[in-house]
């Protein structure tokens, strides 16, 4: 995920500059400062921003530029930060769709929580937009989300060879979304109507796999009490997924592609064979090409099932589309949990984006999930990430070790201030939040994230 781009609008030339200070000491943020309304509009029209903070020195004067930006990006999460801060011109910012309306005197102390809150937000709509369009994809399914140059290479190629009927190898490390390509190939072609059959061929015993690909004739063996179709039998008209086709026995290679060559199958202990209609789309996690070699694969069986490759690139390749999986992944974790988190950190997605990934997609997912049930907060951070996770992309990111200290640093600060300011004002929630200059809902809000009780210090 590229670094948040932020548009600072400062009527004055002044006030802007210490906040465009104090967000890059925060946040590995990409902060501009335009100094006039005409320049920042200008600027909006030629370059995409994450968020835009407006100041001014006077109500009217945030009024008028915040309505001129929101006007021209209504896409724009703003925070409008007033120097001379007035009832009429906070509910005239808010009421138009600013994200937050800040007097300079708590603007510091209330900037970051502002950012992290917007841009969260903001990502989310970024990301289900980007969902809604895969979706109305007709490739597209569960995780099997990228933008990246090189999963729109392999969508190019499904959008091509999905309507034929050639059989498809798909090649890729475990956990990158093998089934999910041969799917998405199913769901595309004329057979999406008939079965989709996936096979395991790296789970089923060998004594048994002749019989459940095959099928069998009473009898045919002991404990054959009846006749039974096979997997390729129940794929006519549809697809036949075979995954981990490299873990095929030799001996059962030449029966296989005696089927796909002849498209008929004869049953374990049955004399004739019937005609089946089956599209094949073999997968693999192994080098099939070296296994040739070495004599553990059929060259003319690879022959047959590799007329189109498709090569499913890492996670770690895929470094665009971790934070956009991530975030989907986050959102979807939270619903299904029930869960009111509204996201990941920034330091989350550093995390993330310096590991290796070993497990690919499906241990992204797996450490989001966790990551969401894990968070006591409105936002999950590098504490609720898996300790061996933060240690291996530390040890390929040095800066992951100031963020993950950063982040403890700051949770220890909060904790030991509001229980001193609550403590002062015995629990009043509303004088606590005067006496620290912040809006009551982010007093609550910080209160939530620690665990506190306004009751518990009520004297």
């Known amino acids: 995920m590229q670094q948040p781009r932020i548009l600072i609008v400062d009527s004055e030339g002044s006030v802007g500059l210490p906040y465009a200070r104090l967000t890059a000491r925060l946040q590995p943020f990409e902060v501009r400062i335009e100094t006039s309304l005409e320049a920042a509009l200008e600027r909006l029209s030629r370059d995409p921003w994450d968020l835009g903070i407006v100041t001014a020195r006077g109500g009217p004067a945030a009024d008028v530029l915040h309505a001129a930006i929101q006007k021209a990006d209504p896409q724009l999460p703003v925070v409008v930060i007033d120097p001379r801060p007035n009832i009429d011109t906070a509910r005239a910012c808010l009421q138009a769709g600013a994200g937050e309306y800040l007097g300079s005197d708590q603007a510091e102390a209330e900037l970051e929580n502002a950012l992290v809150r917007l841009l969260t937000e903001s990502r989310r709509k970024a990301a289900e937009e980007v969902l809604r369009r895969a979706v109305e994809r007709p490739y597209s399914f569960d995780d099997f989300l990228g933008e990246s140059p090189a999963m729109q290479q392999v969508y190019s190629i499904i959008d091509r060879i999905a309507s034929s009927s050639v059989d498809v190898l798909v090649t890729g490390e475990t956990g990158t979304g093998k089934e ?247 629990g009043d929630v509303s004088a606590a939040a005067r006496d620290a200059r912040m809006p009551r809902g982010t007093l609550y809000r910080l209160m939530k994230t620690h665990g506190l009780d306004g009751a518990t210090f009520r004297k």
């Not at 794929?235 to 030449?254: C, H, K, R, S």
């Not at 470094?319 to 869960?339: S, T, V």
């Not at 907060?377 to 240690?391: E, I, R, T």
Request: glycine letters at 8%.
């Open 180 to 426: 999910l390509v041969a799917r998405a190939i199913h769901a595309r072609s004329r057979r999406k109507a008939g079965p989709f059959v996936p096979v395991d061929c790296g789970a089923i015993p060998d004594a048994l796999l002749e019989s459940e690909l095959f099928g069998h004739e009473r009898g045919a063996f002991t404990g054959a009490d009846a006749r039974r179709m096979g997997l390729v039998e129940f794929a006519d008209g549809g697809t036949l997924f075979l995954d981990e086709i490299g873990e095929l026995p030799l001996p059962l290679q030449a029966k296989l592609l005696r089927v796909l060559q002849e498209r008929r199958v004869r049953r374990v202990g049955a004399r004739l064979e019937n005609a089946v209609d089956v599209r094949v789309v073999a997968a693999t996690s192994r080098d099939v090409d070296q296994m040739v070699e070495r004599g553990e694969f059929r060259r003319d069986l690879l022959y047959r099932i590799n007329v189109v490759r498709i090569d499913l690139p890492p996670l770690r390749a895929r470094g665009d589309d971790i934070g956009l999986l991530a975030e989907f992944f986050a959102n979807r974790a939270a619903q299904e949990m029930g869960r009111r988190v509204d996201g990941l950190s920034t330091d989350v997605y550093q995390v993330l984006k310096s590991y290796h990934w070993p497990g690919n997609v499906r241990e992204l997912q797996n450490v989001v999930r966790r990551a969401i049930a894990m968070t006591q907060s409105a936002v999950a951070g590098v504490d609720d990430l898996p300790d061996d996770l933060v240690a291996a992309a530390g040890r390929t990111n040095a800066a992951i070790g100031y963020f993950a200290q950063r982040a403890e640093h700051v949770a220890r600060f909060e904790k030991q201030y509001l229980n001193e300011l609550l403590s002062r004002h015995s």
